[in-house]
T-cell receptor, first 113, second 111 residues
Framework: GDSVTQMEGPVTLSEEACLTINCTYTATGYPSLFWYVQYPGEGLQLLLKATKADDKGSNKGFEATYRKETTSFHLEKGSVQVSDSAVYFC????????????FGKGTHLIIQP | DAGVIQSPRHEVTEMGQEVTLRCKPISGHNSLFWYRQTMMRGLELLIYFNNNVPIDDSGMPEDRFSAKMPNASFSTLKIQPSEPRDSAVYFCASILGDTQYFGPGTRLTVL
């Protein structure tokens, strides 16, 4: 089945710093790829997604590009804010996610003012 | 729309007791997923339903776990008997297209 590996946290940055959270996947086919964000005490929310190679997902200043050659989907943001502090999950889904998702362990991001 | 609704939000019980977690998916979504989240294992898919039919329950850890979806607007996850290692946050999610919408979760503590 699919597997997802993302960088361990916590990641601590100062406000306005650049962010990259690495994510790589293994899959037998070409899964859809997702980034979800979880704020304290809440469920996961979809942040962005990409369904095929070279697609770029973007939302709220975050971006990630589906790289088939490196089987990666790294999350990036040029200037982070304190409100971005949360846990970020990379996920892969065969069948476009309709058959369930395989999640990475999550990366806890802490942004200091 | 109220989103995916889960109840209870918190549950504390003693080892050996039966626990029932409940989920109401978003109206019109025809697939429902149950996940478990722990520090050690992260997020794990337990089971999912399409049109109220269980499709894949290979993630259900053992026979103590069971899930039902009697209609399109309600699902339960039952643990009987519960054990301390079942302590986790259990999430329900429903899907529209390829986007899963998660509920707020039920934090289960088994003493």
């Amino acid at each position: 089945g699919d597997s997802v590996t993302q960088m361990e946290g916590p990641v601590t940055l100062s406000e306005e710093a650049c962010l990259t959270i690495n994510c790589t996947y293994t899959a037998t086919g070409y899964p859809s790829l997702f980034w979800y964000v979880q704020y304290p005490g809440e469920g996961l929310q979809l942040l962005l997604k990409a369904t095929k190679a070279d697609d770029k997902g973007s939302n709220k200043g975050f971006e990630a590009t589906y790289r088939k050659e490196t089987t990666s989907f790294h999350l990036e943001k040029g200037s982070v804010q304190v409100s971005d502090s949360a846990v970020y999950f990379c996920a892969a889904g065969s069948g476009g996610g309709a058959d369930g998702l395989t999640f990475g362990k999550g990366t806890h991001l802490i942004i200091q003012p | 729309d109220a989103g995916v609704i889960q109840s209870p939000r918190h549950e504390v019980t003693e080892m050996g007791q039966e626990v029932t977690l409940r989920c109401k998916p978003i109206s019109g979504h025809n697939s429902l997923f149950w996940y478990r989240q722990t520090m050690m294992r992260g997020l794990e898919l337990l089971i999912y339903f399409n049109n109220n039919v269980p499709i894949d329950d290979s993630g259900m850890p053992e026979d103590r776990f069971s899930a039902k979806m009697p209609n399109a607007s309600f699902s339960t996850l039952k643990i009987q008997p519960s054990e301390p290692r079942d302590s986790a946050v259990y999430f329900c999610a429903s899907i529209l297209g390829d986007t899963q919408y998660f509920g707020p979760g039920t934090r289960l503590t088994v003493l």
